[in-house]
């Protein structure tokens, strides 16, 4: 059956495809008559197979040899800093194994740590320098910086490295990274000034130096209009300028000014992923866009918040402030009347539905009412000044208790600037802000004086009652007070645990109770001290030196409240000044605050750990007394204090605490730093004759040795000099003495096989005959020179006036010329424009004081450069480039045309350039006064002579001017700082006196300043549209009692800038207070002194400079309140520091 069936197959298969014959193969047959043979042949196979498994598995697993490899990451983008430092790129040399990289040392032994100047080769090429660092680690470091997303290889000569280093790979690639922009910031600005001015300014950061071609002309700003929920992109596109930070990193876009309309719209910035690195090398990979929300006229002025909170005045005593804060500047005046203050019911009224809710808490002003409004009581308020006429902070004093609620309305219809109204009412409620509870001593300092009351008077607030500590430290333990606590002098806290001042006091406590009903009443007491000072005369240390210590007390459960205060409180007569001289001496000054002179006749005592004096000195007719260095006395007689006794009375100044240091460091005292352990150290300035030499030049440089504070040369000192050419080699070594002079010279010769490059100077003082201490350094440049073989020209065209050139039609003009006078034809002339502002100053009108009215001094200066489009140089060998300066902002600039012309090969080339001061003005307005204006004393005669000139620099009349005089004048003002929060903030604030009418002749005006009132001031001249042309600001000094701002320093003002040996300087000082002070001529030491008392805020006072003072010095004003003056709340000690020269031409 089955066979039938295979058959049928068959058959169907042989139907369909045909029959199919196999012959067997050849080995088959051979196999079948050599059986034996085959068998051998096939067993021979079969091991040459094996053979091959097990020759591949061993080769497998044989020990590979190790390569060397470099390890590098591309280098990091390079901070954008005033100087560029572009990163380094790192190339570490090593095996990498699954333990991590393995530093391997590869670099040549005659090659380590020098500078590397063939065989390796970066491609692209950007300059710089290969060194190697040690012997496994090569480092790049450009000169200039990296460009954006470009792919570099480095290449490697055979021979680069060690011999015997199995290498690699001799090529490497890396790529930078990419060129990326971010906008930073996009914010609508109006101007607080102009009103009229509004604008959208972007800040836009790169990581790479951008095109600005590319950027400006891949910019698009326009606005999207809303319709329909849609945004409209068919709108007309801005215009917009931009301006640059110095390495073109960041951009700041201005729009054109925007007017605001009807409804809201969106502002697109958008920057196209064609922008450009400067380079070219990179581009955005994306745009890169944001919006910005141009509000409409009804919502443009607005309210934008209003918030209640404690702010310390003055006097550091908690004030309740409300503050509101609007979109536009709003006049103050007009504000005041548009807002309302209202505080609302404690209780929520009764209604038909539900009952009286007592003790409500307000939420919303929905829910204050006409019938809410109608119980509500107006809250009092007190405006405080504002910086600007047109301000968006404003500011009220109020008080109320707490918990209680203000209703705060904003009446529509209030205008702000450029005549924009609030379109409806401005309503909240702001919870009233709760005072602080608080412990508070009224006085400032540390002093009472011991011929006084002796009282001291203390604020409390919201405390039931508080435990007052006397603590007198017993006269014996003022050592252990200085040296066991830390901190301020007048709140000190003690360093150890287990030490306070119930071991060096005698503590009497008493407890005063008070209202506690009300935060807003402020309650006083005063403490009456003179009960517990000693009566024992014996004792050589302070006898009322109280750590005085305040606390809120419960009564009730006799425990104390979280509510403290501490001051320390000396009573005495005697304040104490001590100066420190650079020779390490003292000058310890002693005066009396009640009677405001020296003390004379007063022993002053340096007091030593132990609590023994150690030296003593009496007091001169100055109240002087000088002691010598200190610094040898240590251990147990390190100094401690300086204590000052008369009669039963002692005072006493810590010997060294940081808390009592003055800080000079506001006032101009420009110079270099040293400390007491310096003054005998020696420095060197090094300097060479011209800088740069040819291989084969000789190298001069000279020296100048000296001590600090120019004292004598300690000489016969041994000193070498050490000279290191550009490949880190030392070139010469040469070992001198120091002479008494401190000047020396030194010279060494190259030849003309020298490396180029940079040359380093050291020196050095010598001990154990070898160089140690560095004392200064210079380096000198050793280049080769080719000579020019062309000459090149440049000039502008129209040809400069004598004083300035319009920016229009303006034109640069380069001639190139081949060394021989014939022209340098078809030559490619590259160029670029500098403009930078320029301070106004002629030549012609050397005593004259030029403005620039197109300059903002509130706004950072523009500077613009910009790469010309290359020219080729015509028959002549000229060629002209079309500036177009009327496109730049304008301004006055310095314009700086420079120009590079190149050979024919394109590769050697000679510059030029040639500078013009440009602006657009017609004519300027300069001054001359005939005094200094600085300090004009009060009723005396002053002038100033006004000129106009043209950019011929030829005088000319000008009519339809104003001049306008302004006084300055300190106030307090509220400001908002960073953190939300407020502060009392002393500014000048601008009130015009008068505004009058000028004309200037051909010659010039003679305008008289007015100089009745004491006080600062400022003369402006304003063009017809208000332009300010010119203007000046002079002081009127004399007595009188002037308003000052309550946290105003001291302010001196010299008579001068220069005077004579053996003259007297006249000083202007303006004081927070009355009272006395002293004036010293100082600089390494104290040369001169002057004791001075004042009964009004300005005086004019004098001191005499020493007939053998030269050089330089100081003014040093330390003034002390008067006792009976009633500033309590300033530091009763004020300073001041101005320099002067003395000049000996005679």
Same mark, same amino acid.
């Given at each position: 059956?089955?066979?039938?069936?295979?058959?049928?197959?068959?058959?169907?298969?042989?139907?369909?495809?045909?029959?199919?014959?196999?012959?067997?193969?050849?080995?088959?047959?051979?196999?079948?008559?050599?059986?034996?043979?085959?068998?051998?042949?096939?067993?021979?196979?079969?091991?040459?197979?094996?053979?091959?498994?097990?020759?591949?598995?061993?080769?497998?697993?044989?020990?590979?040899?190790?390569?060397?490899?470099?390890?590098?990451?591309?280098?990091?983008?390079?901070?954008?800093?005033?100087?560029?430092?572009?990163?380094?790129?790192?190339?570490?040399?090593?095996?990498?194994?699954?333990?991590?990289?393995?530093?391997?040392?590869?670099?040549?032994? /005659?090659?380590?740590?020098?500078?590397?100047?063939?065989?390796?080769?970066?491609?692209?090429?950007?300059?710089?320098?290969?060194?190697?660092?040690?012997?496994?680690?090569?480092?790049?470091?450009?000169?200039?910086?990296?460009?954006?997303?470009?792919?570099?290889?480095?290449?490697?000569?055979?021979?680069?490295?060690?011999?015997?280093?199995?290498?690699?790979?001799?090529?490497?690639?890396?790529?930078?990274?990419?060129?990326?922009?971010?906008?930073?910031?996009?914010?609508?600005?109006?101007?607080?000034?102009?009103?009229?001015?509004?604008?959208?300014?972007?800040?836009?950061?790169?990581?790479?130096?951008?095109?600005?071609?590319?950027?400006?002309?891949?910019?698009?700003?326009?606005?999207?209009?809303?319709?329909?929920?849609?945004?409209?992109?068919?709108?007309?596109?801005?215009?917009?300028?931009?301006?640059?930070?110095?390495?073109?990193?960041?951009?700041?876009?201005?729009?054109?000014?925007?007017?605001?309309?009807?409804?809201?719209?969106?502002?697109?910035?958008?920057?196209?992923?064609?922008?450009?690195?400067?380079?070219? /090398?990179?581009?955005?990979?994306?745009?890169?866009?944001?919006?910005?929300?141009?509000?409409?006229?009804?919502?443009?002025?607005?309210?934008?918040?209003?918030?209640?909170?404690?702010?310390?005045?003055?006097?550091?005593?908690?004030?309740?402030?409300?503050?509101?804060?609007?979109?536009?500047?709003?006049?103050?005046?007009?504000?005041?009347?548009?807002?309302?203050?209202?505080?609302?019911?404690?209780?929520?009224?009764?209604?038909?539905?539900?009952?009286?809710?007592?003790?409500?808490?307000?939420?919303?002003?929905?829910?204050?009412?006409?019938?809410?409004?109608?119980?509500?009581?107006?809250?009092?308020?007190?405006?405080?000044?504002?910086?600007?006429?047109?301000?968006?902070?404003?500011?009220?004093?109020?008080?109320?208790?707490?918990?209680?609620?203000?209703?705060?309305?904003?009446?529509?219809?209030?205008?702000?600037?450029?005549?924009?109204?609030?379109?409806?009412?401005?309503?909240?409620?702001?919870?009233?802000?709760?005072?602080?509870?608080?412990?508070?001593?009224?006085?400032?300092?540390?002093?009472?004086?011991?011929?006084?009351?002796?009282?001291?008077?203390?604020?409390?607030?919201?405390?039931?009652?508080?435990?007052?500590?006397?603590?007198?430290?017993?006269?014996?333990?003022?050592?252990?007070?200085?040296?066991?606590?830390?901190?301020?002098?007048?709140?000190?806290?003690?360093?150890?645990?287990?030490?306070?001042?119930?071991?060096?006091?005698?503590?009497?406590?008493?407890?005063?109770?008070?209202?506690?009903?009300?935060?807003?009443?402020?309650?006083?007491?005063?403490?009456?001290?003179?009960?517990?000072?000693?009566?024992?005369?014996?004792?050589?240390?302070?006898?009322?030196?109280?750590?005085?210590?305040?606390?809120?007390?419960?009564?009730?459960?006799?425990?104390?409240?979280?509510?403290?205060?501490?001051?320390?409180?000396?009573?005495?007569?005697?304040?104490?000044?001590?100066?420190?001289?650079?020779?390490?001496?003292?000058?310890?000054?002693?005066?009396?605050?009640?009677?405001?002179?020296?003390?004379?006749?007063?022993?002053?005592?340096?007091?030593?750990?132990?609590?023994?004096?150690?030296?003593?000195?009496?007091?001169?007719?100055?109240?002087?007394?000088?002691?010598?260095?200190?610094?040898?006395?240590?251990?147990?007689?390190?100094?401690?204090?300086?204590?000052?006794?008369?009669?039963?009375?002692?005072?006493?100044?810590?010997?060294?605490?940081?808390?009592?240091?003055?800080?000079?460091?506001?006032?101009?005292?420009?110079?270099?730093?040293?400390?007491?352990?310096?003054?005998?150290?020696?420095?060197?300035?090094?300097? /060479?004759?011209?800088?740069?030499?040819?291989?084969?030049?000789?190298?001069?440089?000279?020296?100048?040795?000296?001590?600090?504070?120019?004292?004598?040369?300690?000489?016969?000192?041994?000193?070498?000099?050490?000279?290191?050419?550009?490949?880190?080699?030392?070139?010469?070594?040469?070992?001198?003495?120091?002479?008494?002079?401190?000047?020396?010279?030194?010279?060494?010769?190259?030849?003309?096989?020298?490396?180029?490059?940079?040359?380093?100077?050291?020196?050095?003082?010598?001990?154990?005959?070898?160089?140690?201490?560095?004392?200064?350094?210079?380096?000198?440049?050793?280049?080769?020179?080719?000579?020019?073989?062309?000459?090149?020209?440049?000039?502008?065209?129209?040809?400069?006036?004598?004083?300035?050139?319009?920016?229009?039609?303006?034109?640069?003009?380069?001639?190139?010329?081949?060394?021989?006078?014939?022209?340098?034809?078809?030559?490619?002339?590259?160029?670029?424009?500098?403009?930078?502002?320029?301070?106004?100053?002629?030549?012609?009108?050397?005593?004259?004081?030029?403005?620039?009215?197109?300059?903002?001094?509130?706004?950072?200066?523009?500077?613009?450069?910009?790469?010309?489009?290359?020219?080729?140089?015509?028959?002549?060998?000229?060629?002209?480039?079309?500036?177009?300066?009327?496109?730049?902002?304008?301004?006055?600039?310095q314009l700086t045309f420079f120009a590079e012309g190149f050979e024919a090969e394109g590769g050697r080339s000679v510059t030029s350039q040639t500078k013009a001061l440009i602006s657009p003005l017609p004519y300027f307005i300069g001054y001359k006064a005939d005094g200094d204006l600085s300090f004009i004393k009060q009723n005396s005669e002053r002038k100033v002579n006004f000129i106009a000139i043209d950019p011929q620099l030829s005088k000319e009349a000008v009519s339809d001017l104003r001049i306008q005089l302004i006084s300055l004048r300190p106030v307090t003002t509220l400001v908002k700082k960073d953190d939300g929060t407020y502060q009392y903030q002393s500014i000048i604030q601008s009130s015009i006196v008068s505004t009058t009418p000028l004309s200037l002749s051909e010659n010039g005006v003679d305008y008289t300043l007015p100089s009745k009132e004491i006080g600062d001031y400022s003369l402006v001249v304003l063009g017809k549209d208000d332009t300010v042309l010119?203007?000046?600001?002079?002081?009127?000094?004399?007595?009188?009692?002037?308003?000052?701002?309550?946290?105003?320093?001291?302010?001196?003002?010299?008579?001068?800038?220069?005077?004579?040996?053996?003259?007297?300087?006249?000083?202007?000082?303006?004081?927070?207070?009355?009272?006395?002070?002293?004036?010293?001529?100082?600089?390494?030491?104290?040369?001169?002194?002057?004791?001075?008392?004042?009964?009004?805020?300005?005086?004019?006072?004098?001191?005499?400079?020493?007939?053998?003072?030269?050089?330089?010095?100081?003014?040093?004003?330390?003034?002390?309140?008067?006792?009976?003056?009633?500033?309590?709340?300033?530091?009763?000690?004020?300073?001041?520091?101005?320099?002067?020269?003395?000049?000996?031409?005679?």
């Open positions: 059956m089955k066979k039938n069936v295979l058959s049928s197959i068959c058959s169907v298969f042989s139907a369909l495809f045909g029959k199919v014959n196999w012959q067997s193969p050849p080995w088959i047959n051979k196999a079948k008559e050599s059986p034996k043979a085959f068998g051998a042949a096939i067993s021979l196979l079969l091991l040459i197979c094996l053979a091959g498994v097990y020759g591949a598995y061993w080769y497998k697993h044989l020990p590979k040899p190790e390569y060397i490899t470099a390890s590098f990451n591309p280098p990091d983008i390079t901070p954008n800093e005033e100087t560029l430092y572009p990163n380094y790129l790192i190339l570490d040399f090593g095996y990498k194994n699954a333990d991590g990289f393995l530093a391997q040392p590869v670099a040549p032994l /005659s090659m380590v740590n020098k500078v590397v100047t063939e065989g390796v080769e970066l491609s692209p090429n950007i300059p710089g320098e290969w060194h190697w660092n040690g012997d496994n680690q090569l480092v790049f470091a450009p000169s200039e910086d990296w460009p954006a997303d470009q792919e570099f290889t480095i290449k490697f000569a055979k021979d680069f490295f060690a011999a015997n280093k199995p290498m690699e790979s001799y090529e490497y690639r890396f790529s930078t990274k990419p060129f990326q922009a971010t906008i930073t910031e996009f914010k609508f600005y109006q101007d607080p000034v102009n009103a009229e001015t509004r604008n959208a300014v972007a800040t836009i950061q790169f990581n790479f130096p951008v095109n600005t071609e590319s950027l400006e002309k891949h910019t698009r700003l326009m606005f999207e209009s809303l319709k329909k929920g849609n945004l409209n992109l068919s709108a007309e596109p801005l215009t917009f300028t931009y301006t640059y930070d110095t390495h073109k990193r960041v951009a700041y876009l201005h729009s054109e000014i925007i007017k605001i309309k009807d409804v809201a719209r969106y502002l697109l910035l958008n920057l196209n992923k064609d922008v450009t690195s400067s380079t070219g /090398s990179g581009h955005l990979k994306e745009d890169v866009s944001k919006n910005l929300l141009i509000p409409d006229s009804s919502n443009f002025l607005k309210v934008v918040n209003a918030n209640a909170s404690i702010v310390r005045n003055d006097k550091d005593r908690p004030e309740q402030v409300l503050s509101v804060e609007t979109s536009l500047g709003v006049n103050e005046a007009d504000f005041n009347k548009s807002v309302h203050f209202y505080l609302l019911p404690t209780d929520y009224p009764a209604t038909a539905g539900e009952p009286v809710k007592p003790n409500y808490q307000w939420q919303n002003p929905g829910e204050v009412t006409d019938n809410i409004l109608a119980l509500a009581t107006p809250l009092g308020k007190q405006a405080i000044a504002t910086e600007h006429n047109y301000a968006t902070l404003h500011s009220f004093k109020f008080s109320a208790q707490t918990p209680r609620y203000i209703y705060v309305k904003v009446d529509k219809g209030l205008q702000g600037q450029g005549d924009f109204k609030l379109n409806t009412d401005y309503t909240a409620v702001i919870p009233v802000p709760e005072l602080p509870k608080e412990i508070s001593f009224l006085h400032k300092g540390s002093l009472l004086a011991l011929s006084g009351e002796k009282k001291l008077s203390v604020l409390i607030r919201g405390l039931p009652a508080v435990k007052f500590n006397f603590a007198r430290v017993l006269p014996n333990n003022l050592n252990q007070l200085v040296t066991q606590t830390q901190g301020d002098f007048n709140n000190p806290y003690f360093i150890n645990p287990s030490f306070n001042q119930q071991n060096i006091s005698q503590i009497t406590s008493e407890v005063q109770q008070f209202d506690a009903s009300d935060l807003t009443k402020q309650q006083y007491t005063a403490l009456d001290l003179a009960k517990y000072l000693t009566t024992d005369t014996n004792t050589s240390g302070p006898q009322g030196l109280f750590l005085l210590e305040a606390t809120g007390w419960d009564v009730t459960n006799n425990a104390p409240l979280d509510v403290k205060a501490s001051r320390l409180i000396l009573i005495t007569d005697m304040g104490m000044l001590v100066k420190d001289n650079n020779d390490g001496s003292h000058d310890v000054f002693v005066q009396s605050i009640t009677q405001g002179t020296p003390i004379a006749g007063a022993n002053v005592t340096v007091l030593g750990k132990n609590g023994l004096p150690i030296l003593s000195r009496l007091t001169d007719d100055q109240g002087r007394a000088n002691f010598p260095t200190l610094k040898d006395f240590v251990e147990d007689r390190e100094p401690t204090a300086y204590i000052a006794a008369m009669n039963n009375d002692v005072s006493f100044i810590p010997y060294r605490n940081e808390n009592r240091n003055l800080n000079f460091s506001k006032f101009d005292i420009y110079g270099m730093y040293t400390n007491q352990q310096d003054a005998q150290s020696l420095s060197a300035y090094l300097f /060479s004759d011209r800088g740069i030499y040819r291989p084969g030049d000789t190298v001069h440089i000279g020296m100048i040795i000296k001590q600090a504070f120019a004292q004598a040369q300690p000489a016969g000192l041994p000193l070498q000099a050490s000279v290191i050419d550009s490949r880190g080699v030392t070139v010469k070594d040469e070992k001198f003495t120091l002479d008494s002079t401190g000047y020396m010279d030194l010279d060494f010769t190259t030849t003309s096989t020298s490396p180029t490059g940079q040359y380093m100077v050291n020196l050095y003082l010598v001990k154990d005959n070898a160089p140690q201490n560095f004392l200064g350094s210079t380096t000198v440049r050793v280049s080769e020179f080719l000579p020019d073989r062309m000459r090149i020209s440049t000039s502008l065209e129209p040809k400069p006036a004598d004083g300035w050139s319009a920016p229009t039609g303006l034109k640069a003009q380069v001639g190139l010329w081949n060394l021989y006078g014939a022209p340098a034809t078809n030559r490619r002339i590259s160029a670029r424009i500098l403009l930078t502002p320029q301070q106004i100053e002629f030549s012609d009108y050397p005593d004259y004081v030029f403005a620039d009215p197109l300059n903002d001094p509130k706004k950072p200066a523009k500077v613009f450069t910009e790469t010309l489009t290359d020219v080729k140089t015509n028959d002549k060998g000229e060629a002209v480039f079309e500036l177009n300066l009327d496109r730049f902002e304008k301004a006055t600039y010119s203007q000046l600001k002079f002081s009127i000094v004399g007595a009188s009692q002037s308003p000052l701002a309550k946290n105003a320093e001291l302010s001196i003002k010299l008579n001068k800038e220069e005077y004579l040996a053996d003259e007297d300087i006249e000083i202007q000082i303006t004081a927070p207070y009355t009272g006395s002070g002293l004036i010293t001529i100082e600089r390494d030491k104290v040369y001169a002194t002057q004791w001075f008392k004042t009964e009004t805020t300005n005086s004019v006072q004098k001191i005499h400079v020493p007939a053998d003072f030269q050089g330089n010095g100081y003014i040093n004003v330390a003034f002390i309140r008067d006792w009976e003056s009633p500033e309590l709340f300033i530091s009763p000690l004020s300073y001041s520091v101005a320099p002067f020269t003395v000049n000996h031409d005679n």
